[in-house]
């Protein structure tokens, strides 16, 4: 085909011919190459949805014969980082050849086995569902996309219409049908009709595009959804203002940050009444314009049109009837205003599913919202984990560009309730997501653990990241913090923490953790009280500023960080964990260690009267007692070990050797052997567990408590 342009205005031309050049004569490398650049512009597919193709000609294993292969997306997966892997390869001609076994529409399910029939690299990805939308055209390069200005023509009530009449009859039409067989079969009907058509629009859908050539195929893409992008941009306004115009006017950031901290936790006990959830907040701007309009009471109540914006999203949002200015303190008087939204909401669910089941159809679902939308402040999303929670915004910002788009060129339309349910229910559906891993102990679980860039802190926040929490990183030390963000970033990715500047005797900088706590994740329920320091002195040589560091730190910083989470807790009410990191001098008599010693056993005391508070709001208090715990540690700096050394009559170098003698189990303990206790304190067996002291000291015998 020839190339008018590589200058685009609403996509992004990313094609490098050097690169491309590299990867000549290898066809599944150049498919690899497209997919990652097509998934790498979020205006042309959103996460995980899309499919690209490419067939080839290769040798069968069985008969040495040359054959046409098709490799293609397998089932699940992402475009923007598809490797050979994520594919699935198939004979075509085996999987053209199963038009003589369907058996209809009402038998689309059946044909998925089949398609194993078809495998020709066993090493291969499972097929998905769009693999015949893919294989029952001819061409070489197929791309199928989620953009949203060609979904938004998709979803207008004169998509047909406007497809034909914006592309002069070079782009298809097939009316919304599930994906399946039998829309593989229309696709290929739909070509021979028109055997010079460029690409087909699906009804509510997506889009197809394709080429001879990768770049053939990725330029064609880009040129459709381009003028697609066009065609919107030249139709906003003149209708009259997008969503009918501003209802109301968005509160300034700031304050529109301090009612999400306010409401976030509320919304995510609600939310949490049958599985634990994790939170995302956005006031992203095309939110606010959405949520701010005349039009939003009639549109959200429509839901989502493509089937992969429902599928994350749920069938339609819970707007909030609270005003954005609302005071938000008198927590009881907030949840009794909201409480008959959600009960409306999953009554509004649960006739949903009533009224679309079949007989074979999965047990419903959770029936709370996943999108939630406060006119004036942001939209919160909330599901099994962060990444999710997060996409599912993404998700509903597509939405939002297709309905201001589709509203802007005719009007929107979403999927009929029954089609909704048939995607959202379909037994492949729930079959994929029986398949998926089990939830891992701490699954929803939100984590704030003091001093965690290094040492016990950092051993610990991994242990709750490695099973399943997500942590907010925290360190006094700027540098530090960075460096174990980085860390975790590379380790668990970027939905797996957060980091915040935490120095735990500033008041402000506590309420900022928190709030960065829950603006991240919808809240907090796992606290672990570990950030310390050490001072080993004398009574004579002990200085007021000695006495007050330590206490302020140890103490006063254990009580306020306990005191500000427990709020959020308490505004959750899904109950919660506070673990302090004490140490086995709260026990103990030592010399030279009456400032660090007496702070540690105010700890432990505090601790118990903690416990003792809050086991009514099902918030439950332990302490893990650790010893010696040198490996990575700051307690050993500023004169720590050396003083120890003096005290004990050893060199700082016979330090953990003497340690490890002196105990009962003679071992020296590790900064992973305290996340390992805390975890045991949180995941799950030790859950009617509160008030308890776990030493993990290797044994010394004085430690013991009685």
Known sequence: MSVKTTNFKYVSYLWDDAKAAELAGDEVALLIYRSNLLGADLRLTNYGGGNTSCKVMDKDPLTGKEVEVMWIKGSGGDIATLKKSGLAALYVDRLRSLKNVYRGIEFEDEMVELFNHSIFDLNSKAPSIDTPLHGFLPFKHIDHLHPDAAIAIAAAKDGKKITEELFGGTIGWVDWQRPGFDLGLQLKACLDDSPNIRGIMLGSHGLFTWGDTAYDSYINTLEVIEKCSEYLEANYGKKGPVFGGQKLQSLADADRKKQAVALAPILRGFCSSKVQMIGHFTDDARVLEYINSNDLERLAPLGTSCPDHFLRTKISPLVLVLGASDDLTDVEAIKAKLLPAFEAYRQMYTDYYNTCKHPNSPAIRDANPVVILYPGVGMFTFAKDKQTARVAAEFY??????????????????????????????????????????????????????????????????????????????????????????????????????????????????????????????????????????????????????????????????????????????????????????????????????????????????????????????????????????????????????????????????????????????????????????????????????????????????????
């Open 397 to 706: 910002i597509n939405a939002i560009n297709v309905m201001k788009g589709a509203e802007a060129v005719s009007e929107y339309t979403s999927l009929p309730r029954q089609e909704a349910f048939d995607i959202e229910y379909w037994l492949l559906e729930e079959a994929k997501l029986s398949r998926m891993p089990k939830p891992k102990a701490l699954s929803g679980r939100i984590a704030l653990v003091t001093g965690s860039a290094g040492g016990i802190g950092k051993a610990i926040a991994k242990k709750f990241v490695e099973e399943g929490a997500v942590v907010i990183l925290n360190d006094m030390n700027a540098e530090r913090l960075e460096g174990a963000g980085e860390e975790f970033k590379k380790a668990y990715g970027k939905d797996a923490y957060t980091t915040a500047i935490l120095d735990v005797t500033n008041e402000a900088q506590i309420q900022e953790a928190i709030a960065t706590a829950i603006l991240a994740f919808g809240g907090v329920d796992l606290i672990v009280n570990n950030a310390g320091l050490s001072i080993s002195k004398t009574i004579a040589d002990h200085t007021e500023k000695d006495w007050d560091l330590l206490y302020d730190v140890l103490v006063k910083g254990q009580f306020f960080v306990t005191q500000a989470a427990v709020a959020v807790m308490k505004k959750q009410a899904i109950g919660g964990d506070v673990i302090n990191i004490v140490s086995k001098n709260a026990l103990v008599s030592g010399p030279n260690n009456a400032g660090y010693g007496s702070a540690k056993a105010a700890q432990l005391h505090l601790s118990r009267l903690n416990a003792a508070e809050l086991g009514a709001d099902k918030i439950r208090v332990n302490v893990i007692n650790p010893d010696a715990v040198i490996s990575d540690s700051n307690i050993w700096a500023g004169g720590w070990a050396e003083g120890r050394a003096k005290a004990y009559g050893v060199t700082v170098e016979e330090l953990p050797a003497y340690y490890a003698k002196r105990t009962l189990l003679n071992e020296v303990i590790l900064p992973v052997d305290i996340a390992n206790a805390c975890f045991a304190l949180t995941g799950g067996l030790l859950s009617k567990s509160t008030g308890n002291v776990i030493n993990v000291d290797g044994g010394v015998a004085a430690g013991f408590v009685r």
